[in-house]
């Protein structure tokens, strides 16, 4: 009796201690779950989904803030990885933050530029080059499609234009649906 | 002693077609007025233009030279002019444009300068291997790989066994068949060079059984020297027998590994026609830029293999071969299993052209019907797939799972949808599959690069703000610093003047003490003066 109670005993002291010990020494730093939602995220910056960048947003998911349908860039794959991730049902984009699209880059009409470096500070991943007074320019391939540049431009001169698909980023349309009823039933019905 | 040979799993036994292209030898096509050039004919990098627009190009002279390591120079099929640098139909199932350089061709058909290479024996495989990337050689089978990559065994890699494969299992073609057996000796050349390359054990040249006249003139080619380390080998014509994993299973019983090369188990496979063009590279110091093609299929009226320079349009060699010129014929690049329909009769030949074909449009296009799980397609599978649950995932865009059922591992040789008795066009899903993946690893890579760049302008923001502050708090110190410097140079000033009011009045009580003891006239007038 008295030696079954000093064995648990002694246990729950053992793995109390184990635990103890586990939980300092294998601490995790910082959130893990903002890391892996912050990953998940597409890194346009544009706020459309009301926070202040990608970061901030899945800040506010993790504390529980905010909705995981409020990217409009990342869209339904977005959505659906982020239901995956923390376990929740994947709802429809919410329209209030705008419509998923299709990927679209900027670019500056170099003929209306006046340089008035506006858009430079916009442009959350310094893909704008350009001085006081010079000609700006778009680096293509570090454009977000954020659009956040063209609010602050004084003459208009920045359009936003689609993503030009190449043989390389080209991809095979998905094929129509076969039939889920042969075709005589499908046309009687 | 004649080779083991092994089963890989699957397979169709189809009817060949072979017969109609090989009934003459192979013509070489007229040279066109036009050759369209595309810059990336291969998997890899495109390669980057050196000549201007109006400039005269001689024949191999380079025209693009690789800037990347997988990518490799291409090369003008013939002298000319260069007419345009810009965007133009390519054979690609997407029907886009890519860039192309034009040559308006002078009909001279001037060769440039050429260095052949005789010694290249004596030759680093390195310095090989070079040889055959300068001329531009990559993978003639079909993929297009840049031959001279599939050359490198990596350090500390040995090849055991070089595989040539004329084993051109697709229905149709037959540009590898006629060129075995027309130039078994250059084939025999090459394997040679790429035997010295990768410094190989064991040569292979594997060929369908279907073949019998290929076999036996390449038969006759080999010395009997080189009989004792080249093995003729026949299997067995069962489709897709001439994939490269399927082919050394094949010969060897080994398998590739998934997500693994050939080189992994110390086999390297090249086409027959790359042989080839590895020998005219280093014998006669040619570039590729000319190939067998087969022109064949329903629609076409003379169906033959012709030798076709790089750049030639389809509608040349079509019209050279009595193409009934009508609106209702699919024209297809590549065999009629893993071939695509082309967009126009306009874009060119390029290195990985081995067949056009053409045929009436089917009158009636299936339908696709449910799928009923009878699973004929998981057993003609060459791979071992399950091409069934690969379809569900695809359709229903679980990229994950379908990677998870080896989706990479698929060769979309098109043996599932041929045998489907629902007409599902399951080789479509998984390109499908695969180009959605590799989009979404783009993208992946671009939120990197996006996430890294916005981080580092937070910092950059962030440290100017920190910095400004700092400026802005150093500004007040000094500020302060020179006010308290003020009061403090006010009393120096103070002092000096302080000092020299002081020094005024000793000079002063000096000099009243000297006047004193001075002569009386000055005396006198000071008096004067005070008076």
Redesign the interface.
């Known amino acids: 009796m008295f030696e079954a109670i000093i064995v648990l005993a002694v246990l729950a002291v053992v793995f109390g201690l184990l635990l103890g010990f586990a939980s300092v020494r294998f601490k995790v730093e910082g959130d893990p779950v903002v890391d892996q939602i912050?990953a998940i995220?597409?890194?346009?910056?544009c706020g459309q989904c009301t926070y202040a960048?990608?970061r901030p947003y899945a800040e506010a998911i993790a504390k529980g803030e905010a909705d995981i349908n409020q990217c409009p860039p990342g869209g339904e794959?977005v959505i659906q990885q982020l239901a995956d991730l923390l376990g929740v049902d994947p709802k429809p984009l919410n329209e209030e933050h705008g419509e998923h699209s299709e990927k679209t880059v900027v670019y500056i009409d170099e003929n209306e530029c006046i340089g008035c470096t506006l858009c430079i500070q916009a442009c959350?991943?310094?893909?704008i080059v350009g001085a006081a007074k010079q000609m700006h320019t778009v680096i293509e391939s570090?454009c977000?499609g954020c659009d956040l540049c063209i609010e602050p431009c004084p003459v208009d001169c920045i359009h936003i234009k689609p993503v030009e698909?190449?043989?390389q980023?080209?991809?095979?349309?998905?094929?129509?649906?076969?039939?889920?009823?042969?075709?005589r039933e499908a046309s009687s019905s | 002693m004649k080779r083991r040979l092994w089963h890989f799993h699957g397979g169709l036994r189809l009817p060949g077609h072979k017969a109609e292209s090989m009934q003459e030898p192979v013509h070489t096509a007229t040279i066109p007025p036009q050759l369209i050039v595309p810059l990336?004919q291969h998997i890899g990098e495109p390669a980057e233009p050196e000549v201007e627009v109006g400039q005269r190009v001689l024949k191999g002279q380079r025209l693009a030279h690789a800037t990347e390591y997988v990518s490799v120079p291409v090369h003008a099929p013939t002298s000319g002019t260069v007419r345009t640098i810009d965007d133009y139909p390519?054979p690609?199932?997407?029907g886009?444009q890519?860039p192309c350089i034009v040559i308006d061709s002078d009909g001279e058909d001037e060769w440039t300068e050429l260095t052949p290479r005789p010694d290249y024996a004596d030759l680093e495989p390195s310095a090989l291997r070079n040889v055959i990337r300068e001329a531009g050689i990559v993978g003639m089978g079909g993929a297009g790989f840049p031959a001279f990559i599939k050359l490198n065994a990596g350090p500390g890699n040995v090849i055991d066994t070089l595989i040539l494969n004329g084993a051109e299992c697709e229905p149709y073609i037959t540009c590898d068949a006629i060129l075995i057996q027309e130039q078994p000796r250059r084939i025999i050349d090459g394997m040679l060079i790429m035997r010295h390359a990768v410094q190989a054990r064991h040569c292979i040249i594997a060929l369908e059984d279907n073949q019998p006249r290929a076999y036996e003139s390449l038969r006759e080619a080999l010395s009997d020297e080189e009989k004792t380390f080249i093995e003729l080998v026949q299997v067995p014509t069962i489709y897709p027998s001439g994939g490269e994993k399927q082919l050394i299973k094949i010969l060897t019983g080994k398998e590739v590994p998934s997500h693994g090369l050939p080189l992994d188990i110390n086999t390297v496979c090249h086409n027959v026609g790359t042989a080839a063009a590895v020998a005219d590279a280093i014998h006669h110091g040619k570039p590729l830029i000319s190939r067998y093609v087969t022109v064949t299929g329903e629609a076409i009226g003379q169906p033959s293999n012709l030798d076709v320079l790089i750049g030639t349009p389809f509608s040349a060699l079509l019209e050279q071969c009595g193409w009934r010129d009508d609106k209702d014929h699919e024209l297809i690049m590549g065999g009629p299993l893993m071939g695509f329909n082309v967009a126009t009769p306009g874009v060119p030949v390029i290195k990985t052209t081995n067949c056009i074909l053409s045929w009436p449009r089917a009158a009636e296009q299936h339908?696709?019907?449910?799928?009923i799980r009878c699973g004929e397609c998981a057993r003609v599978c060459p791979a071992q797939l399950l091409p069934q649950q690969l379809y569900w995932y695809a359709?229903a865009?679980n990229f994950d799972r379908v990677q998870d059922f080896n989706l990479f591992d698929c060769i979309e040789c098109g043996c599932c949808a041929y045998v489907c008795p629902?007409h599902?066009?399951l080789v479509?899903?998984y390109?499908?599959a695969?180009?959605?993946i590799w989009?979404?690893e783009?993208?992946k890579r671009?939120?990197?690069?996006?996430?890294e760049?916005?981080e580092?302008?937070q910092e950059r923001l962030e440290r100017k703000k920190r910095e400004d502050e700092e400026r802005k708090q150093r500004k007040k110190e000094m500020l302060k610093k020179s006010q308290g410097d003020k009061t403090e140079s006010d009393d120096n000033k103070k002092a000096t003047i302080e000092a020299a009011k002081a020094r005024a009045r000793a000079r002063r009580a000096e000099s009243a003490s000297t006047d004193n003891t001075a002569d009386d006239a000055t005396v006198k007038n000071d008096d004067k003066e005070e008076s």
């Open positions: 912050d995220l597409p890194q346009t910056q960048g990608c794959v959350p991943v310094d893909a570090e977000t698909e190449t043989p980023t080209w991809k095979w349309p998905a094929p129509p649906l076969p039939l889920e009823k042969p075709p | 990336q390519i690609h199932p997407s886009l890519a339908t696709p019907m449910p799928c359709r865009k629902s599902i066009p479509q899903y390109r499908f695969k180009t959605e989009a979404q783009r993208e671009k939120a990197d690069l996006a996430r760049r916005h580092f302008r």
